[in-house]
């Protein structure tokens, strides 16, 4: 039968005790009631809406751990930065297969999984053959990248991206890019290609890769041709250096100028957007696009931090997202994200609200509303009408022995490295049953074939 008897649920207002969740065979929430009688319903002791990804770039999973060594010293003090990881990154995307894509983003997608993302946005770029060419399908990785979703049992919003140029002012594209290239023409043809994928567990969006690679008027003409209700993402304010070549080129900061020339609203997501003055996070939290968050690439990358407090204050929106995935746990995104600014601003337990002072749930339930925003699917919460993505966490875990409501999501969070995420339901179907994927061990076996065959490429 389609119910769950949850002894303690996560719901949009906060815990609640013996809780009933039904769902319909299409995998929709269709009753959550407290003091619902169980009959019938396995029973769980923590039950909480699975978390969305809201920024991936599955085919990176791969590159993980191997760009970890420091370059040439170089006398002058050049250092290793954002931009000298994206070469060693192209060179590793020159050679990768639809298959490839395919393979890697199943495992992924079944890491992801295990640790309590329930939904992933895949901002997809790799969209032509080595050479340059489109394929005779132009939608053949994106179709492999939905295609390792249903696989692994994620919900995914496919969002191909807009790459033109190689920097402000439109300039060409670099021979290592070009298997990025897409111009409105190409990306509307990709997007037209996937629309019999959409589902219930699949939604299409669009990504505009940054101000970089590609014109407003490029982005304006895409939005003008697009459904109003699908999603729209995008790099944005990164790395100081991007800051610096758009003043260069335009006057105008890149969040500025994104918000003075297109219209920006509810339907956005700016991931990263590190680096604002003010006036930006003001204008940007007015717009109600969602700040899309990664801080453990941001850390790896050394981006910086997003000015959080601030944003927060301000009415804003945020998300969190894993894009080069050397992490596949929400855990650690939110954990530091929060730490992030507690170093910036030598002070505790930044993320609350006046309603709110725990931490783990402000971040848990915030993430969940930016993250269901930034997807354009019925996600994120337990209540009619939305997916019926739910994580179970261990109650016999050490961790979350004797602990009161208000105390679980803290210890969650902030409490050790352990994986608490027991069991996953995503459209009402089992996907981790005790922590282990149910199709793991095959994904897994391609996922190392895959890498076998990447290294022969080093």
Same mark, same amino acid.
């Given at each position: 039968m389609n119910r769950l008897l949850a002894r303690n649920a996560l719901l949009p207002d906060g815990w609640r005790t013996d809780v009933?969740?039904?769902?319909?065979?299409?995998?929709?929430?269709?009753?959550?009631?407290?003091?619902?009688?169980?009959?019938?319903?396995?029973?769980?002791?923590?039950?909480?809406?699975?978390?969305?990804?809201?920024?991936?770039?599955?085919?990176?999973?791969?590159? +993980? =751990?191997?760009?970890?060594?420091?370059?040439?010293?170089?006398?002058g003090g050049v250092h290793d930065s954002f931009w000298t990881w994206r070469d060693l990154m192209y060179r590793f995307a020159r050679n990768i297969t639809p298959a490839h894509i395919e393979a890697i983003a199943a495992q992924l997608f079944s890491e992801c999984l295990r640790h309590g993302y329930t939904s992933l946005c895949e901002f997809h770029y790799v969209q032509r053959a080595p050479d340059g060419a489109m394929y005779p399908r132009p939608a053949e990785t994106a179709e492999r990248?939905?295609?390792?979703?249903?696989?692994? =049992?994620?919900?995914?919003?496919?969002?191909?991206?807009?790459?033109?140029?190689?920097?402000?002012?439109?300039?060409?594209?670099?021979?290592?890019?070009?298997?990025f290239k897409t111009d409105v023409a190409d990306v509307l043809r990709v997007i037209?290609?996937?629309?019999?994928?959409?589902?219930?567990?699949?939604?299409?969006?669009v990504a505009p890769h940054s101000l970089r690679a590609a014109s407003v008027g490029q982005i304006n003409a895409v939005l003008a041709a697009l459904p109003p209700d699908r999603p729209v993402h995008i790099h944005i304010a990164e790395q100081q250096p991007e800051v610096r070549q758009s003043l260069d080129w335009s006057g105008r900061r890149p969040v500025e100028w994104l918000l003075d020339h297109v219209d920006v609203d509810q339907r956005w997501c700016l991931v990263h957007a590190t680096h604002l003055t003010r006036a930006e996070v003001d204008r940007m939290a007015d717009s109600g696009a969602v700040a899309g968050l990664c801080p453990t690439t941001e850390a790896n990358l050394g981006d910086g931090l997003f000015p959080l407090e601030h944003f927060l204050a301000a009415g804003g929106r945020f998300g969190i997202g894993s894009d080069s995935h050397i992490s596949q746990s929400p855990v650690e995104e939110l954990r530091w994200l929060e730490y992030g600014q507690r170093l910036?601003?030598?002070?505790?337990?930044?993320?609350?609200?006046?309603?709110?002072?725990?931490?783990?749930?402000?971040?848990?339930?915030?993430?969940?509303?930016?993250?269901?925003?930034?997807?354009?699917?019925?996600?994120?919460?337990?209540?009619? +009408?939305?997916?019926?993505?739910?994580?179970?966490?261990?109650?016999?875990?050490?961790?979350?022995?004797?602990?009161?409501?208000?105390e679980v999501l803290g210890?969650?969070?902030?409490? =050790?490295?352990?994986?608490?995420?027991k069991d996953v339901m995503v459209g009402g179907q089992w996907v981790v049953r005790n922590q282990q994927h149910v199709a793991q061990q095959a994904i897994a076996a391609r996922f190392k074939q895959t890498m076998a065959e990447l290294r022969e490429f080093r």
């Open positions: 009933l969740i039904e769902w319909d065979a299409a995998g929709a929430i269709t009753t959550v009631r407290e003091g619902g009688a169980g009959e019938g319903a396995e029973t769980v002791e923590y039950a909480l809406p699975g978390m969305i990804n809201l920024h991936s770039h599955s085919f990176q999973r791969a590159l +993980g =751990g191997r760009t970890e060594k420091a370059g040439p010293h170089k006398a990248v939905i295609a390792a979703a249903r696989l692994a =049992g994620i919900g995914v919003t496919v969002l191909p991206v807009l790459y033109s140029y190689s920097g402000f002012g439109e300039s060409a594209l670099k021979p290592e890019q070009q298997r037209e290609a996937l629309e019999p994928l959409r589902d219930a567990q699949t939604e299409v969006g910036q601003h030598q002070r505790r337990n930044i993320a609350v609200s006046a309603a709110q002072r725990n931490v783990g749930d402000f971040l848990w339930q915030g993430a969940l509303r930016g993250g269901a925003q930034a997807a354009g699917r019925p996600v994120g919460a337990l209540a009619p +009408g939305r997916r019926a993505d739910v994580i179970v966490l261990d109650g016999d875990h050490p961790n979350l022995y004797g602990l009161a409501l208000d210890s969650f969070v902030f409490s =050790g490295n352990d994986n608490l995420v």
